[in-house]
């Protein structure tokens, strides 16, 4: 009984030190992609060093590979991140007009 005991406990050790992501590099990070699909030419400047500020122009694609930091701010205020952007997938459309 001691032995299995011991055993289980090598063998989540063993899991533990060797991570858990099975199937998938631990190193390995996903491209990170901007569409602008609005009128205006957006500006991009990220929040750190990794990547380097980019204009884009209305239905231009921007594709930076090996991103890990993701972090930004864009302009003008007449953009707005979409509805079909996510985490690494930023889609640029003209911001909602505010009638009141």
Partial sequence: M???VFGVILAVLALGLGGCEFG???DEVDDL???NRSRYTVRV???STEWGAFSLAPGEVRNL???RNIDYV???D???EGSA?????IVFVDAAKNYE
């Fill in 2 to 4: 001691k032995r299995l």
């Fill in 24 to 26: 998938e590099d631990a």
């Fill in 33 to 35: 992609v901007f569409i």
């Fill in 45 to 47: 400047t990220p929040l």
């Fill in 65 to 67: 590979g090996q991103v």
């Fill in 74 to 76: 864009f302009n003008p």
């Fill in 78 to 80: 007449e953009v707005e």
């Fill in 85 to 89: 952007s996510d985490e690494r997938y």
